[in-house]
T-cell receptor, first 114, second 115 residues
Framework: KAGVTQTPRYLIKTRGQQVTLSCSPI?????VSWYQQTPGQGLQFLFE???????NKGNFPGRFSGRQFSNSRSEMNVSTLELGDSALYLC?????????????FGPGTRLTVL | AQSVTQLDSQVPVFEEAPVELRCNYS??????LFWYVQYPNQGLQLLLK??????LVKGINGFEAEFNKSQTSFHLRKPSVHISDTAEYFC?????????????FGGGTRVLVKP
């Protein structure tokens, strides 16, 4: 069974641009969560989608948004990029909603903002 | 709201020696507890989790952790480490009654296993 895939793996953008990251969950998984990992702030929850609906949202500005498609694939978008948005963005999927179900993480997309 | 503190940012250890990684949490509600490992240039892999029941939890790769409710701790241990255990380890919690999946992570502990 294929794991969680994230594309692209690496991305370089400049300040003010926007970026879209993609996450394909494990087949059959309906919940997708996104996390930002930086050296300074560590791992922080961005949002979670389940059945195309955002169920949880972390404490990030409105420049960070996401969506989920009917096939459970998810995208996150960051508009008006800032230098501080440079980070590893991790996506995680789980079979059903509910924390007792294990979350499987993808390898991440490393975003560099110049 | 929950918070997680990993007391050691780095832990050097010799191969075949035991290791303990400390994790304390703060929460006004009941939580589930997790330990994840992150190898270089990879995502997170679940080592073990505490949902309920026995406070001693056994995970993959020979790791185990003990939940101590009175001390709000969930320390991770391995009796004998290998070079391949060199990685960053994250403790995480999630609210039991919350809808959905939201993990709150500690700052991580880098383990460097020396030959």
């Amino acid at each position: 069974k294929a794991g969680v895939t994230q594309t692209p793996r690496y991305l370089i953008k400049t300040r003010g641009q926007q970026v879209t990251l993609s996450c394909s969950p494990i087949s059959g998984h309906r919940s997708v969560s996104w996390y930002q990992q930086t050296p300074g702030q560590g791992l922080q929850f961005l949002f979670e989608y389940f059945s195309e609906t955002q169920r949880n949202k972390g404490n990030f500005p409105g420049r960070f948004s996401g969506r989920q498609f009917s096939n459970s694939r998810s995208e996150m978008n960051v508009s008006t990029l800032e230098l501080g948005d440079s980070a590893l963005y991790l996506c995680a999927s789980s079979l059903v909603q509910g924390i007792s179900n294990e979350q499987f993480f993808g390898p991440g997309t490393r975003l560099t903002v110049l | 709201a929950q918070s997680v503190t990993q007391l050691d940012s780095q832990v050097p250890v010799f191969e075949e020696a035991p290791v303990e990684l400390r994790c304390n949490y703060s929460s006004s509600v009941s939580v589930y507890l997790f330990w994840y490992v992150q190898y270089p240039n990879q995502g997170l892999q679940l080592l073990l989790k505490y949902l309920s029941g026995s406070t001693l939890v056994k995970g993959i790769n020979g790791f185990e952790a003990e939940f101590n409710k009175s001390q709000t701790s969930f320390h991770l241990r391995k009796p004998s480490v290998h070079i391949s255990d060199t990685a960053e380890y994250f403790c995480a919690v999630s609210e039991v009654k919350a809808a959905g999946n939201k993990l709150t992570f500690g700052g991580g502990t880098r383990v460097l296993v020396k030959p």
